[in-house]
């Protein structure tokens, strides 16, 4: 079953706490990105890769962290210095050649 | 900077209705134009995209757009909703030759009355 993974659905996090949301593809693309997605605002660009070991930053890249060390997995650190985490954040992948991305199923950070 | 604009923030339609939703980008270059779709608990899928060619695109779920260059306009089309196309729908931009980075608008929440 091809496809993006996002992992885990649901995150509650205490302030002062970095966590790490997965994501994972299995459709062999070259780029990844992640996005966030906070109402009225559509989504934003946070980090995104090319290709393994290079990454860069998007609109909204302070308070995060991301690492490409691996084609399929492109995990997103939400670090504490990020003022406002709490939002739906998605993943999404793109073949090198084609423009179309697609998305994963989101994770929904909730800081408390 | 790009932009993209939706200004229809939400949208409240009966069933058999006809459905037209507004997108503007700020980028006089070459675009990539796409129509994205979040329906309640589900993936952001891909609608319809274009990339070149015939202005007058058709998507998934009989949906359409029509790009627009002298407007800068991407507007979202269906001659007649039902109560399944409640969503939210995105319009997107990517400029060609770059990182293919995509500029979404801030969309749009149809709700189709049934």
């Known amino acids: 079953d091809g496809g993006i993974t996002q992992s885990p659905k649901y995150l509650f996090r205490k302030e002062g706490q970095n966590v790490t949301l997965s994501c994972e593809q299995n459709?062999?693309?070259?780029?990844m990105y992640w996005y966030r997605q906070d109402p009225g605002q559509g989504l934003r660009l946070i980090y995104y890769s090319q290709i393994v070991n290079d990454f860069q930053k998007g609109d909204i890249a302070e308070g995060y962290s991301v690492s490409r060390e691996k084609k399929e997995s492109f995990p997103l650190t939400v670090t504490s210095a990020q003022k406002n985490p709490t939002a739906f954040y998605l993943c999404?992948?793109?073949?090198?050649?084609?423009?179309?991305?697609?998305f994963g199923p989101g994770t929904r950070l909730t800081v408390l | 900077a790009q932009s993209v604009s939706q200004h229809n923030h939400h949208v409240i339609l009966s069933e058999a209705a006809s459905l037209e939703l507004g997108c503007n980008y700020s980028?006089?270059?070459?675009?990539?134009l796409f129509w994205y779709v979040q329906y309640p608990g589900q993936h952001l899928q891909l609608l319809l995209k274009y990339f070149s060619g015939d202005p007058l695109v058709k998507g998934i779920k009989g949906f359409e757009a029509e790009f627009i260059k002298s407007k800068f306009s991407f507007n979202l089309r269906k001659p007649s909703v039902q109560w399944s196309d409640t969503a939210e729908y995105f319009c997107a931009v990517t400029r060609s030759g770059s990182a293919r980075q995509l500029t979404f608008g801030s969309g749009t929440q149809l709700t189709v009355l049934p």
């Open positions: 999404a992948s793109r073949h090198q050649d084609r423009d179309t991305q697609y």
């Open positions: 980028y006089g270059g070459t675009v990539n």
């Open positions: 459709l062999n693309h070259d780029a």
